[in-house]
């Protein structure tokens, strides 16, 4: 049985140096998976540095999954081109979160913790899990992998309380 731990709000902010895939530029969507929950932004046409300040919305649940992405080039006549995938482990996100509830932090802003890259994340640089106004909020840079370059900005805001006992 899954436990409801919130609603995750994912804001797709932005691309950069994404790959061509037509013949001089892509026009590039991304389609965002948690569990059997999906999510697609719309297509940027004729851009590799594309901006879609665009928020998507995920029910989190336990057993926690891993926030997986893909990036694709619209095509109209054939499939659409692979532009890259990466994924973010969301157990750093929830653990802050129940740390906010430990710590009764609701107002301002408090740094609760920081995410390194390693082996096991698509991070490009650190990143930091912050309490604002009672929002868990992580800003993350991804790189895109199977492709030569690639990433991309999101912003992660886990909004309601975690705690489940009082």
Do not use: H
Not at 122 to 129: D, F, G, K, T
């Amino acid at each position: 049985m899954s436990e409801q731990l919130g609603v995750l709000k994912v804001i797709v902010v932005q691309g950069r140096r994404l790959v061509i895939r037509d013949f001089k530029t892509s026009d590039p969507y991304v389609v965002l998976k948690l569990g059997n929950q999906t999510a697609k932004t719309k297509v940027i046409n004729s851009c590799l540095n594309p901006v879609w300040n665009e928020e998507l919305n995920f029910i989190l649940t336990e057993p926690l999954g891993v926030l997986n992405l893909e990036v694709f080039d619209k095509d109209l006549l054939k499939a659409d081109d692979k532009m890259g995938n990466a994924f973010i482990n969301l157990q750093p996100l929830v653990s802050a979160a129940r740390l906010r509830d430990i710590l009764k932090v609701s107002s301002g802003e408090t740094t609760l913790r920081k995410v390194i890259p390693d082996t096991d994340n698509c991070l490009v640089r650190e990143s930091s899990i912050n309490c604002v106004n009672g929002a868990v909020v992580q800003n993350v840079w991804l790189r895109l992998r199977e492709v030569e370059s690639g990433e991309l900005e999101l912003t992660l805001k886990l909004t309601k309380p975690v705690a489940t006992s009082k």
